[in-house]
């Protein structure tokens, strides 16, 4: 894997950092012309989305932070190194969403309207941003002999196995690991093209944005069963919290497309 592309004195642009760059611009390109078919002002729906893009990076540091403070104990410097990894998504969707709202309560603007269009974005954006993940070694998941991919020296498949003994010291790769961030990647792809046809057929508003939370919590809380949690990390023994995560997204949008359909029929 490729975690350094340039490294020049103390300045590092990683491959992960290169990603999510490439995601937040895609996801932004989507949003234009989503919002041209819709005839919503897309300079307001810039200034959504760099609210939505720093909501999203703050919640999802904030919530990798506290999952794994007792790293960031001796160093509290590092917690700012967003560069280097270290993001959960769900954390990112609850900061980006939080964001996002109370933007579009300011300016007066239609929630489920834009919401509709903004998910797509969102949906290519996470397909791009997990690249980055499996160039960055991160998100990965269980070992498996079978179709799993070896991660080198100093990424944290590699460091994770070698601190819990899995590995030799002098080991020159990770055991291999299924790659949960591509399998999420290209599910996440998938869902951006549904979503697109979703979006051509809709029959009320809301429809778009709320089958997103639906789709994508039915795929995240399956695809957890095969990424790597330690024992500390998993609920009862048995759920991670992404998957409770995504069960209390996918009976949101469950609720709220019933709801939105009750509102908002003949009305796309």
């Not at 070694?137 to 899995?166: D, L, R």
């Not at 299924?178 to 951006?192: A, K, N, R, W, Y």
Request: with cysteine; charged share 15%.
């Amino acid at each position: 894997m490729f975690r350094e592309i340039i490294h020049i004195h103390s300045f590092t642009l990683t491959s992960y950092g290169l990603m999510m760059a490439i995601a937040f611009i895609a996801g932004i390109f989507v949003l234009y012309f989503m919002s041209k078919r819709e005839k919503i002002d897309k300079d307001r729906m810039y200034d959504m989305a760099i609210w939505i893009i720093i909501g999203g990076i703050i919640g999802a540091r904030i919530w990798f932070v506290v999952e794994n403070f007792y790293v960031y104990q001796k160093d509290i410097i590092s917690v700012i190194k967003i560069w280097e990894g270290g993001m959960v998504f769900y954390g990112g969707l609850v900061g980006g969403l939080t964001a996002g709202i109370i933007y579009l309560k300011r300016n007066h603007l239609d929630i489920e309207q834009v919401g509709d269009i903004t998910v797509p974005a969102l949906s290519i954006g996470i397909f791009i941003g997990r690249i980055g993940c499996f160039l960055n070694g991160c998100c990965y998941g269980k070992i498996s002999h079978s179709c799993g991919v070896s991660f080198p020296k100093n990424s944290p498949a590699y460091y994770e196995q070698m601190s819990s003994g899995q590995i030799p010291h002098n080991a020159i790769s990770s055991l291999p690991v299924i790659p949960t961030q591509l399998i999420e990647s290209f599910s996440c792809l998938l869902i951006f093209f549904i979503l697109l046809i979703l979006y051509k057929f809709k029959r009320f508003k809301g429809m778009v944005f709320y089958s997103f939370f639906v789709m994508y919590g039915i795929e995240r809380f399956f695809l957890d069963y095969l990424r790597y949690y330690s024992k500390e990390a998993m609920i009862f023994k048995i759920f991670s919290l992404s998957q409770i995560t995504s069960l209390i997204l996918i009976f949101s949008g469950l609720f709220m497309l019933f709801s939105s359909y009750k509102r908002n029929k003949g009305r796309a």
